[in-house]
């Protein structure tokens, strides 16, 4: 597609990812607008090529796309508050649970760019295996975004807002859920003097056996197996953590039932 100007409010985990794969695409960043000085210069360094970091909305430079990297809870003040000129340009916002109509002022190039990863800012990632996801208040809106998300990778749909709140929250499970249970079994083994890099090779090769099987197949353990008096023992090791006996409680029972209906 043609290069496009993009303006990004928000330079947060996912913007400073998405900012830099759209800028290696070609496309040029003009601004990034940030609550904080600090962080919208830093990511207007990173993109380089004129990108200006900005504070204030009213600022905002016309752009061909403006994309709004916030959180959810802010979303609603910040689509309010954005002037008049960005009218002009496509407004999308990259949030998973959060409907199209939220930027219903913006009529028929109201869009959302919705790329499906976990993203910190200090860990690279190759965008190009990123799979994305796009919504268009209009049909050449959503051209538009899936022009520009093919740009930076080669997986794009589109999936409209019910399935995309659904995607998002199997993405919960996925990835929050489960990298909070790392920190659970970290937290476990250190109370021992364990080191918690012992359960990296378990933890790596759970995830890669995804690759080959699907998650029912891969399962093992005690639920799966059926060892009611191993998970009985494990829960009562937990009896000074009432609220982690209570999350392996629940998990084992749901596995045993998936396993021994």
């Known amino acids: 597609m043609t290069a496009q100007e993009i303006v990004f409010v928000g330079a947060g985990n996912l913007a400073t990812h998405l ?3 759209l800028a290696q695409a070609g496309h040029k960043v003009k601004a990034i607008c940030s609550r904080t000085a600090a962080s919208a210069e830093a990511l207007a360094r990173r993109v380089g090529e004129g990108a200006t970091a900005l504070t204030n909305l ?3 430079p016309p752009a061909d796309v403006f994309l709004l990297a916030a959180s959810d809870d802010v979303l609603p003040d910040l689509i309010a508050a954005l002037p008049a000129h960005c009218r002009n340009g496509i407004v999308a916002h990259t949030a998973g649970s959060v409907s199209l109509e939220v930027l219903a002022r913006f009529g028929e190039k109201a869009g959302v760019f919705y790329p499906l990863q976990t993203f910190s800012k200090a860990r690279e990632v190759d965008f190009t295996t990123i799979p994305c996801f796009v919504e268009g208040a209009s049909a050449a809106t ?3 975004l899936l ?3 093919q740009s930076v990778t080669p997986t794009v749909q589109v999936l409209h807002s019910e399935g995309r709140r659904m995607l998002h929250l199997s993405a ?5 859920f489960v990298n909070h249970l790392y920190d659970v079994a970290a937290g476990i083994a250190r109370e021992q003097g364990i080191d918690p890099q012992w359960l990296s090779p378990l933890i790596q090769e759970t995830a890669a056996k995804l690759n080959q099987l699907p998650a029912h197949a ?3 353990g005690p639920a ?4 009611r008096a191993v998970l009985e023992h494990q829960a009562e090791l937990l009896a000074a953590k009432p ?6 409680r629940i998990l084992s029972d749901n596995i045993y039932k998936s396993f021994h209906p």
């Open 19 to 21: 900012a830099a794969a």
């Open 172 to 176: 919960v499970f996925a990835c929050n």
């Open 147 to 149: 022009e520009l998300a």
């Open 58 to 60: 009213d600022h905002l």
């Open 142 to 144: 959503e051209q538009r």
């Open 218 to 220: 891969a399962q093992t």
């Open 243 to 248: 609220e982690l006996q209570t999350i392996y």
């Open 224 to 227: 799966a197996r059926g060892d």
